[in-house]
């Protein structure tokens, strides 16, 4: 019986999940609880966009666009290019048919009265997910990035417009500090048996899952050790912009840096294991030091099978 919780961002978080209900279904454990990021969530054009959500969803639900890396498999435009032609939403910002339908009824639903958790979890019913996904809280929170100038951009702006090419001076969640985490959400981690936190982005998809007044004070007070997943490979990222992200917040592109900038819970940080990659063995007696367990072991997350692998890893190194 091992009750996991995993903490996650959208397209990396999204392929660590499948490792985990492929792990976890191996050893016919219950299906993990998922803390999705929703600092990304936005409106547009009058729909909810909750992109980490749907990321971490329709993976899990085999409907993912796995070319593209975003999005649904199979899915065509026609009602972007009318909203376009009348200058409605982002022109830079393409929403699919099928996605929109997703938006379309998420949105519904919270006009309705459901909130973001019941929605998801009425979402959830339609495919075997496999796990129990939960947003991290239901206030709305947005992430904001201010540039040097003073600028503010909306986060989905600077990342899809710009292509994270202007350089952050600081990444914000206006309110996030009001926000409250969602029901089941401190539940799930204080009754937990391993936290794992995805190899996300640690600035802007784990980053305001743990700035949730509430959350880390859970991720302190468990039994359960947390057990962090290195996104950093021999001192890159593996896709994305995680390395401007860290830039901006000072910590350097490394995954010692990485462990580092998360803590070892028991100097007050989240963690008391750091899985790195092959590559980045050298690094691992520098972690330990700090007091967070650490061991190297392949981080290519190229199928759901390697991903089960680095999960295998991860509970090993929980000791579950
Ligand atoms: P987003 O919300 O869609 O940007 O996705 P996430 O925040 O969940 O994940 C992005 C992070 O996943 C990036 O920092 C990547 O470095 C990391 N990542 C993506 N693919 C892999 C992989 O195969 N292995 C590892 N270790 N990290 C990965
Ligand atoms: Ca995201």
């Known amino acids: 019986m091992t009750r996991t919780v995993v903490l996650a961002g959208g397209v990396g978080g999204a392929k660590f999940t499948l490792g985990v209900r492929e792990a976890l279904a191996r050893r016919e454990a219950p299906p993990a609880t998922v803390v999705v990021n929703t600092g990304d969530d936005l409106w547009l054009s009058g729909v909810r966009l909750q992109p980490d959500v749907d990321s971490i969803?329709?993976?899990?639900?085999?409907?993912?666009?796995?070319?593209?890396?975003?999005?649904?498999?199979?899915?065509?435009?026609?009602?972007?290019?009318?909203?376009?032609?009348?200058?409605?939403?982002?022109?830079?910002?393409?929403?699919?048919?099928?996605?929109?339908?997703?938006?379309?009824?998420?949105?519904?639903?919270?006009?309705?009265?459901?909130?973001?958790?019941?929605?998801?979890?009425?979402?959830?019913?339609?495919?075997?997910?496999?796990?129990?996904?939960?947003?991290?809280?239901?206030?709305?929170?947005?992430?904001?990035?201010?540039?040097?100038?003073?600028?503010?951009?909306?986060?989905?702006?600077?990342?899809?417009?710009?292509?994270?090419?202007?350089?952050?001076?600081?990444?914000?969640n206006p309110g996030i500090g009001d926000a409250v985490p969602a029901p089941g959400v401190a539940e799930a981690i204080a009754a937990a048996d391993v936290v794992l936190v995805a190899p996300s982005n640690p600035v802007v998809s784990i980053g305001p899952i743990l700035a949730v007044p509430g959350v880390r004070d859970a991720l302190a007070q468990t039994a359960a050790p947390v057990i962090g997943?290195?996104?950093?490979?021999?001192?890159?990222?593996?896709?994305?912009?995680?390395?401007?992200?860290?830039?901006?917040?000072?910590?350097?592109?490394?995954?010692?840096?990485?462990?580092?900038?998360?803590?070892?819970?028991?100097?007050?940080?989240?963690?008391?294991?750091?899985?790195?990659?092959?590559?980045?063995?050298?690094?691992?007696?520098?972690?330990?030091?700090?007091?967070i367990r650490s061991r190297a072991v392949p981080l290519w997350m190229t199928d759901a099978a390697a991903s089960g692998a680095i999960v295998d890893a991860a509970l090993e190194l929980a000791g579950v």
């Open 57 to 172: 969803m329709y993976a899990l639900a085999g409907q993912n666009d796995t070319v593209r890396g975003w999005g649904r498999a199979g899915d065509t435009e026609r009602v972007n290019e009318e909203l376009q032609a009348w200058g409605a939403g982002w022109p830079w910002f393409t929403l699919g048919d099928l996605d929109l339908g997703t938006h379309l009824a998420r949105t519904g639903w919270l006009r309705d009265g459901l909130t973001p958790t019941q929605v998801l979890e009425r979402m959830s019913t339609r495919w075997d997910l496999g796990v129990r996904m939960l947003p991290m809280t239901d206030s709305e929170v947005d992430t904001h990035v201010r540039l040097a100038d003073g600028t503010v951009l909306h986060f989905q702006e600077w990342w899809t417009r710009h292509r994270a090419t202007l350089a952050p001076a600081a990444f914000e």
């Open 229 to 291: 997943v290195s996104g950093i490979i021999g001192g890159a990222v593996v896709r994305g912009m995680a390395d401007v992200c860290l830039a901006a917040i000072g910590v350097e592109t490394a995954a010692d840096a990485v462990a580092r900038h998360y803590g070892a819970r028991r100097a007050g940080g989240i963690l008391d294991g750091w899985l790195v990659a092959e590559e980045d063995a050298a690094l691992v007696p520098a972690i330990e030091e700090r007091g």
